[in-house]
Structures are given as C-alpha cells and as structure tokens.
C-alpha cells in the first residue's frame, strides 16, 4: 500500500528551528512532485512549498526565505526545513505527492495523516 508519513513536528520557541519529514512508502513506481501543505486552527488548509521531479522548488510568499524544501530521492524522503519560526507558523503540515504505484496505471494525489507543529514561548 502507498503512503507518506509524516515526522518531526512538535513545540519550539519563536525564532527556532524545525525539521519536518515526510517518507513515502508502498511499491512505487514514480513520484512527480512533493509538496508540503498545512493548516491552522479555523483556516484552510495552504501551500507551503513544492518540489518538482526537475528538483525545482517553490514556497508560499509567508515562508520564503525561512523555509527549504528537500528531496532524498534514493529514500523517498522529503523534508522542510523551517527557520526563524512564527508563532502564525503554527499549523498542522501535511506532506502531499503525486505518486504512481507500480500496479496502477495513473498516479493520485497522497496526503498524509499531518504533524503539528506549534510555535511559542
């Protein structure tokens, strides 16, 4: 079965740092973009950042230049790499793929099950 799991979330002061990953897993055939997503209390759920298979990024104008988005494509592993924290980062993240399994013909969207992170003092 396909699916990405997500890891590293958890409380940290403003200004801190936080590394997110998120690990696809399953009998995969080809991934063409990761990307991460999160949402707030009482808010929708946002871009963040994506990773095109070309190895191209792109970050929501709120995170750019405090957020790095990165890939492992050996491992199947993606990670956002969070800096310079705000408590408005505070948000569960939810990683999010396009994926094509090995027994299908088409590739989906995957989302995983979210991590929250909180920041504050």
């Known amino acids: 079965q396909v699916q990405l799991v997500e890891s590293g979330g958890g409380l940290v002061q403003p200004g801190g740092s936080l590394r997110l990953s998120c690990t696809a897993s399953?009998?995969?055939?080809?991934?063409?973009?990761m990307c991460w997503y999160r949402q707030a209390p009482g808010k929708e759920r946002e871009l963040v950042a994506t990773l095109s298979s070309d190895g191209s990024a792109s970050y929501a104008d709120s995170v750019k230049g405090r957020f790095i988005i990165s890939r492992d494509s050996a491992e199947n592993t993606m990670s956002l790499q969070m800096s310079d924290l705000e408590p408005t980062d505070t948000a569960v993240y939810y990683c999010?793929?396009?994926?094509?399994?090995?027994?299908?013909?088409?590739?989906?969207?995957?989302w995983g099950r979210g991590t929250q992170v909180t920041v504050s003092s």
């Open positions: 399953g009998n995969i055939y080809s991934i063409t973009f």
């Open positions: 999010n793929a396009l994926m094509t399994p090995r027994t299908a013909d088409w590739g989906r969207i995957y």
